[in-house]
C-alpha cells in the first residue's frame, strides 16, 4: 500500500486488487480510495502483463462501484414475476425464506431438485467455487455442468495435452511467425496486443484468421478469412500439404506424440480442393499458409475461444491443437500455441469444494440446457439458486429461459450486484459486494500469475460476498461441519495447500507481500510431450475420446446449422449469425453502465453489402432478425468487413436497453457441441428483414 496526498490534501491510499471480471487477461490493479471510496482504478504498471493500462471498462469502475442503481438490501418480491416489485426485508428474514423453501423442496422431490447456477460473473476462486459448492455438495443438490464458454474446448484441449497449460503469454513477442485464429483480442484480450505487435517489430510475419475482418486484420500481414465453423478443414488442409510436402517434424512426432499414423491417413481426405470448397480459402494462399508456417520457428498459434461455440467447436479445437505438434513449434521457446492457463496454478479443488460431502452423485444438469431443463426435468427443479451469472440475458434460447422462470411453482433466489434481467423474476433478491469489497485468489485464463486482491472498501448497504452468502445459508439448514464457519483467509489456505510442485512455496503471507507468484511452468511446455496425458505424450489419436464413442482424431464435421450440414434449414434461414463480443461489455455486465452504453451507442447487426441490397437494407436502418426460436430487432452496418451469407452481431445487451425489448439470445440454440457439452452460440441461421 502507498499513501499519496492529493491537492485537496486528503489522504489517497494506494491499494493492490485484481480485475475479476471473464476475461482471460485477469488484470493487476491498483485502486485509490480517499475517504473509505474508490476515486480511481487503473492497470497496475509494475505487472507484467497488465502494464499499467486497462480496458474501457475497467478504467469506469467507480461508476460501478457507486452506481445509484446498485442493490443494498435483501428484497422480497410483492408483485407479480417479472414486474420488479420488491419490498425490503431483513437478512435473516431472507435466509429464512430461502432455507425453508429448499427445505421443502429437498422433502418432497428430493434434494436434485434444487438447482445452483453459476458462472464467472467473478472469476475469484472462492466467490467462484467454494463455499457454494460446499454447501450444495452437503445438501445433494443437482450438479451444474458449467460449460457455457469453453465446455467443447476444455475436453479438446485436456483429450490432446492433458491440463490447461500452454505457451507463457509473455514470451509472444519472440515468434517469428504469429497467429491470431478465431479472435479479436482488440475487443477481448486487449494485453495481447502489444505483444502481438512487439513481435511484428521483431520482424516476425503475423497472420490473422477470422471469419470477420477486424482492425487486427488490418494490421496483419496475411489475413484468411474461412467460412464460419470450417476451421477444422481448414487445419487438416493445412496439415494434409505440410505432409504432403514433406515439412513435418518426423523425430518430435516419433518422440512426442502418439497417433500420427493414424492422423496421416485421414489427412488425405483433406486436399487443396477440397478444403477450398469448403473454406473458400483459395489453394495458393492454402499453400502460402502451411510452408510459412512449417518453416518458420518459433511459431505460434494463439487460438481464440470462438471456434468451439459451434456444433464442431470440439473437433475444430483438435484440429488446430494438432498444427503445432505436426511441425515441432512445441520444441521452440515462443513456438506453440497459446490458449489456456488456468491449470498453471494448480490449486487444491478438493479441498475447497469438499465434493466428498455429497451423500451420493446427484444428475448432473448442464448450465446450456437451463431452458429445457426448467421445462422437463424429472424430478422437476424447484429452486432455482442464481449467482455469479445473468442467465436471462447470458443463456441460449432465451424464450424458452424465460418461459422456465415466469413459472409460479418454481422459486428463486438471485444473489447480484443490479436489477438485471434475471433478478427481476426473483422471489427473494440478495445484494453482492463486488471485487474491492471482499478478499480473493485468483488464476488467470491465459497469464500465469497467481494473484491476491484482498479488500479494499467496506460493502455498501448490507451487501455480503458469495462466501457469506453460503455459511448464511448452511447455518439455516443445520449443516454442522466445521468446514461452513472457515473464513476466507483458511479457504485460500486450502486452495493453496497443494500437492503439485509448481504451488511449493506459495503462500497466503507472500501472496500478501509480493501481491502475485508467477508459476514456474516451463518456458517449452510441451517440448518432450504432454506429461499428463494418459500416454505422456501429445494424443493426436486421443483413446480417452474413442472411449466416449466420439472421432479419437481430428476431423471436420459441418455444422448443424449451415449450408452444407442443414441446407434445407439453411434455404429458409440463408444467414449465419455470429455473436462476437462487444468491447464495452463483458457478458452482461457493466451492460447497463451509462458511460458503456453511450460507447456502445446501440445494438448493430453488421451485413454484407450484396446481402443488404437483396433486401432494401440501408446503413442504419432498423431491420427484424429471427428464426424457429424468436426475434430481436437491430440497426444494420452495411460493411464489407463480413462475408456474403455472415452477419456480426454483439452481445451482450440487455433487453430493457435493445429495440422492442428482445436481444440476441431470443435466436441462439441450446444445442450442444460435439464435445464437453459447450454451448453453439455461434451455429447459428436466421433471416433478416426491415423491420415493419
Known amino acids: 500500500m502507498a499513501t499519496v496526498t492529493g491537492s485537496d490534501k486528503l489522504s489517497t491510499r494506494i491499494m493492490h486488487s485484481v480485475c475479476p471480471h471473464d476475461c482471460p487477461d485477469t ?3 491498483l485502486v485509490h480510495v480517499r475517504d473509505g471510496k474508490v476515486v480511481k482504478v487503473e492497470g497496475d504498471p509494475t505487472h507484467p502483463m497488465t502494464q499499467g493500462f486497462l480496458c474501457a471498462k475497467l478504467t469506469h469502475y467507480p461508476e460501478r462501484l457507486y452506481s445509484t442503481d446498485r442493490l443494498l438490501y435483501p428484497m422480497q418480491r410483492v408483485g407479480p414475476k417479472g414486474e420488479g416489485r420488491f419490498a425490503r426485508v431483513s437478512w435473516e428474514e431472507a435466509i429464512a425464506a430461502i432455507a425453508a423453501r429448499i427445505s421443502q423442496a429437498a422433502a418432497r422431490f428430493g434434494p436434485e431438485s434444487i438447482l445452483p447456477y453459476s458462472y464467472c460473473g467473478t472469476e475469484g476462486v472462492l466467490a467462484n467455487m467454494s463455499m457454494d459448492r460446499r454447501f450444495f455438495h452437503r445438501l445433494g443438490a443437482s450438479l451444474l455442468n458449467r460449460t457455457i464458454c469453453a465446455g467443447a474446448g476444455k475436453v479438446a484441449y485436456d483429450a490432446t495435452m492433458g491440463e490447461a497449460v500452454s505457451v507463457d503469454p509473455e514470451l509472444v513477442g519472440r515468434a517469428r511467425l504469429l497467429i491470431n485464429w478465431g479472435g479479436n483480442p482488440l475487443s477481448t484480450s486487449i494485453h495481447f496486443i502489444p505483444a502481438w505487435r512487439q513481435a511484428r517489430r521483431n520482424g516476425a510475419v503475423t497472420i490473422d484468421i477470422n471469419v ?9 500481414d496475411l489475413f484468411l478469412q474461412p467460412r464460419p465453423g470450417t476451421d477444422a478443414a481448414l487445419a487438416l488442409g493445412l496439415m494434409h500439404l505440410i505432409v ?9 512426432l516419433r518422440s512426442a506424440t502418439v497417433g500420427f499414423e493414424a492422423l496421416a491417413i485421414r489427412l488425405k481426405d483433406y486436399p487443396p480442393e477440397r478444403v477450398t470448397a469448403i473454406t473458400g480459402i483459395a489453394a495458393p494462399l492454402l499453400a502460402r499458409l502451411a510452408r510459412l508456417y512449417a518453416t518458420t520457428h518459433p511459431a505460434l498459434i ?5 471456434l468451439q461455440r459451434h456444433s464442431n467447436g470440439g473437433a475444430t479445437h483438435r484440429a488446430v491443437l494438432a498444427l503445432p505438434a505436426l511441425t515441432g513449434a512445441w520444441r521452440h521457446v515462443g513456438g506453440g500455441l497459446l490458449a489456456v492457463n488456468s491449470e498453471a496454478a494448480p490449486l487444491n479443488l478438493a479441498a475447497l469444494q469438499r465434493p466428498d460431502f455429497m451423500p451420493r452423485r446427484p444428475r448432473t444438469i448442464n448450465m446450456v440446457e437451463l431452458g429445457r431443463v426448467l421445462a422437463e426435468a424429472e424430478p422437476p427443479v424447484k429452486v432455482l439458486v442464481v449467482y455469479n451469472s445473468n442467465p436471462l440475458a447470458a443463456a441460449p434460447n432465451q424464450n424458452r429461459v424465460l418461459a422456465g422462470l415466469r413459472r409460479d411453482d418454481l422459486f428463486i433466489a438471485v444473489h447480484e450486484q443490479f436489477m438485471t434481467e434475471t433478478a427481476r423474476y426473483a422471489d427473494i433478491l440478495l445484494p453482492a459486494t463486488m471485487m474491492v469489497e471482499h478478499t480473493d485468489l485468483y488464476r488467470s485464463n491465459r497469464h500465469q500469475y497467481l494473484m491476491l486482491g484482498e479488500q479494499v472498501v467496506e460493502p455498501p448497504g448490507e451487501c455480503k460476498s458469495n462466501m457469506e452468502l453460503f455459511r448464511l445459508l448452511a447455518q439455516a439448514m443445520g449443516f454442522t461441519e466445521a468446514a461452513f464457519s472457515d473464513r476466507d ?12 510442485p509448481r504451488l511449493r512455496g506459495v503462500t497466503l503471507e507472500r501472496l500478501r507481500r509480493e501481491h502475485w507468484v508467477k508459476m514456474p511452468v516451463p518456458a517449452a511446455p510441451y517440448a518432450c510431450g504432454a506429461p499428463r496425458t494418459p500416454s505422456g505424450k501429445i494424443e493426436l489419436y486421443a483413446a480417452s475420446l474413442a472411449a466416449q464413442g466420439l472421432d479419437p482424431l481430428p476431423a471436420y464435421e459441418p455444422l448443424a446449422e449451415g449450408a452444407d450440414g442443414a441446407p434445407e434449414l439453411q434455404a429458409r434461414f440463408p444467414i449465419q449469425l455470429i ?6 461489455f463483458c457478458n452482461s455486465s457493466f451492460a447497463n453502465l451509462p458511460s458503456m452504453l453511450r460507447k456502445a451507442k446501440r445494438p448493430v447487426i453488421q451485413l454484407h453489402p450484396a446481402d443488404a441490397a437483396a433486401r432494401g437494407i440501408a446503413d442504419g436502418d432498423l431491420v427484424r432478425v429471427f428464426n424457429e426460436r424468436g426475434a ?3 440497426y444494420a452496418e452495411v460493411v464489407a468487413r463480413t462475408q456474403a451469407g455472415v452477419a456480426m452481431a454483439f452481445t451482450t445487451w440487455w433487453s430493457a436497453h435493445s429495440p422492442r425489448g428482445a436481444s440476441l439470445n431470443q435466436l441462439t ?12 452460440f455461434y451455429t447459428n441461421l436466421v433471416q433478416i428483414e426491415p423491420a415493419a
Not at 302 to 306: D, M, N, S, V
Not at 490 to 499: D, K, M, N, V, W
Request: glycine residues 10%.
Open 244 to 252: 504432403r510436402d514433406g515439412l513435418h517434424d518426423e523425430e518430435y
Open 489 to 500: 483467509e483458511e479457504l485460500i489456505r486450502q486452495a493453496l495447500a497443494s500437492p503439485q
Open 669 to 680: 440454440s441450446d444445442r450442444l457441441a460435439d464435445m464437453g457439452g459447450g454451448a453453439t
Open 579 to 584: 455473436n462476437a463480443s462487444s468491447k464495452y
Open 632 to 634: 430481436c430487432y437491430l
Open 212 to 220: 470477420h475482418r477486424t482492425k487486427m486484420s488490418d494490421e496483419a
Open 302 to 306: 494463439r487460438l481464440g475461444t470462438g
Open 27 to 29: 488484470c493487476a490493479l
